[in-house]
């Protein structure tokens, strides 16, 4: 799943430290992507491989022509990692054919010594290694070279980890950082804000993961402010710059899924609310016991536009991101031109999506940090302590 899918999933990130000069760019970047290309191991037993590859020619990377990687102002390429596996029942019943027969030469023994089952072992996974077929996996992601923020099309953590390890390795005097609500929050606030906000932090530190697991609150206090207004009939208006016009409206609101959880005598528990819902009377039955919002599925539209994705509370990844649907699929597009179209309107559809995200939490932080919210509040819980199921 990439860019080229109507589909996605992703994490985006800030891109921190100095590029070089634009006329130096290309050769710098050539250069740090060749270093970590990705290698085949379809000719070797080796388990696995990762590095960077080109999307539109996965198998046989270069990274010497600016066509290859290069999309106006954005780098687009991918993450690759194949990987041999080998079934854990099926690994076990070679070894014990091999001890089996190691056994039938030398019947005194009643089992192999520790040290000729360990090269049993490994000598039966080398075979088998070389038998199968390693897997691939990619990941694309687009880097905007101008504002520094990256889109990893993946939201599983153990990817964003990988990648996060690689890019390290490969660009030595840059850092990727992942934008978490608190950080996400504070690049929309103005100089004021920003310090309303920072009052608000709940983090002894200025440590990401520190900031991402003590303002928990921050993701889950939004999403059920849109909750209540999106059942109120409340509009949105674009606040942020992008693609729509500033006072362009839209409208928002959560349905088909929520997940919440909290604290209960036996320990966390979760509830999850699937399908479309009328008055949220189980979601707001679960709120009243003290759980909140974890995740959420957030339908936005723009007169006949319409996306759709499921918002982690904790980290703000997107899962499941619907954009209106573009005629051009990737597996039928060959020529170059078609691709780079493809790529562009995806890219402009995705980030008109994240515009209106973006407006939407403008709106719910200028109200969180005002004076008014405690009337805001008032009004959520008279919401929550109404009919219930």
């Known amino acids: 799943m990439g860019v080229y899918s109507n589909t996605v999933s992703f994490a985006q990130y800030r891109v921190n430290g100095e590029l070089p000069q634009q006329q130096e760019r290309f050769e710098w970047l050539s250069a740090a992507l060749q270093g970590r290309i990705f290698k085949s191991i379809e000719q070797s037993a080796e388990e696995q491989t990762e590095g960077w590859t080109c999307t539109d020619a996965t198998d046989d990377p270069a990274f010497v022509a600016p066509g290859e990687f290069w999309r106006d102002r954005y780098l687009f390429f991918s993450y690759r ?3 041999r596996r080998i079934p854990s029942a099926l690994l076990k019943a070679h070894i014990g054919r091999e001890e089996r027969d190691y056994l039938t ?13 360990e090269e049993i072992a490994d000598r039966t996974k080398l075979m088998l290694l070389t038998r199968a077929l390693p897997a691939p996996s990619t990941v694309d992601l687009s880097w905007h070279m101008d504002n520094g923020l990256l889109t990893l099309f993946s939201s599983s953590g153990k990817v964003m980890e990988r990648f996060e390890e690689l890019f390290g390795k490969s660009f030595e ?19 004021a804000d920003q310090e309303k906000l920072a009052a608000l932090n709940q983090a002894g530190s200025d440590a990401a993961l520190d900031e991402i697991q003590s303002n928990c609150w921050l993701g889950e206090e939004f999403l059920l402010w849109l909750l209540h207004g999106g059942l109120e009939g409340e509009g949105f208006k674009v606040c942020t710059k992008g693609q729509f016009d500033i006072g362009t409206p839209f409208s928002a609101w959560i349905d ?20 479309s819902q009328d008055k949220y009377l189980e979601a707001r039955s679960a709120l009243t016991t003290g759980k909140a919002i974890s995740s959420a599925v957030i339908h936005l539209e723009k007169d006949e536009l319409e996306w759709r994705f499921a918002l982690n509370a904790e980290l703000f990844t997107f899962s499941s991101f619907k954009c209106p649907p573009v005629k051009v699929e990737r597996e039928g597009v060959e020529d170059l031109s078609e691709r780079e179209s493809a790529f562009y309107e995806r890219m402009y559809l995705l980030e008109a999506g994240l515009q209106m995200f973006d407006s939407l939490l403008l709106q719910f932080l200028q109200q969180r940090l005002s004076d008014g919210w405690q009337t805001r509040l008032q009004e959520i819980a008279t919401w929550l302590e109404g009919e219930q199921a």
């Open 173 to 191: 005097n840059l850092r990727v950082q992942v934008i978490y609500p608190y950080a996400r929050a504070k690049a929309l606030l103005d100089e």
């Open 81 to 83: 990692r194949d990987q």
């Open 105 to 117: 030469k030398r019947p005194e023994l009643k089992r192999p010594p520790k040290r000729e089952r």
């Open 256 to 275: 088909d899924k929520i997940q919440l959880q909290g604290g209960g005598e036996g320990g966390p528990q979760k509830v999850a609310v699937s399908g």
